[in-house]
């Protein structure tokens, strides 16, 4: 999905109706923190973040090169934006096996 097309509010919708842990991966810093507004309750992982890890947390935001941190945790759903990119070393489980995958590529939405 392009740029300004909804991948946060969706992810928001998505991750309210799931039952037990979630996982937010962004590959950058920034990201992490445009993202961070959207999910206020979310523990926030990446470069700066990383001494105040919550591993108590119900859902984190992490950048892709910290998610190692998170490897002890299993979580009832992953979402990963910008995930052309290869998928981070030390990639933390999901119970569920649900990994929503949000390219960021220059798509259309199809009519509904």
């Known amino acids: 999905m392009a740029c ?3 991948k946060t509010l969706m992810i928001r919708v998505l991750a309210q109706n799931v039952s037990g ?6 590959p950058s810093r920034l990201l992490l923190e445009q ?9 926030k992982v990446g470069t700066g973040y990383n001494k105040n890890i919550n591993q108590s947390a119900l859902g984190f935001i992490a950048v892709s090169d910290s998610v190692k941190f998170l490897k ?3 979580f009832a759903a ?3 934006d910008e995930a052309h990119h290869p998928l981070p070393p030390g990639m933390p489980d999901s119970n ?3 990994i929503a995958l949000l390219l960021s590529l220059h798509m259309t939405w199809a009519k509904l």
């Open 4 to 6: 300004g097309t909804g």
């Open 21 to 26: 842990k979630v996982l937010v991966i962004v």
């Open 35 to 43: 993202f961070a507004p959207e999910f206020p309750t979310f523990c």
């Open 72 to 74: 002890n945790i299993t």
């Open 78 to 80: 992953i979402f990963v």
């Open 96 to 98: 569920l096996r649900l």
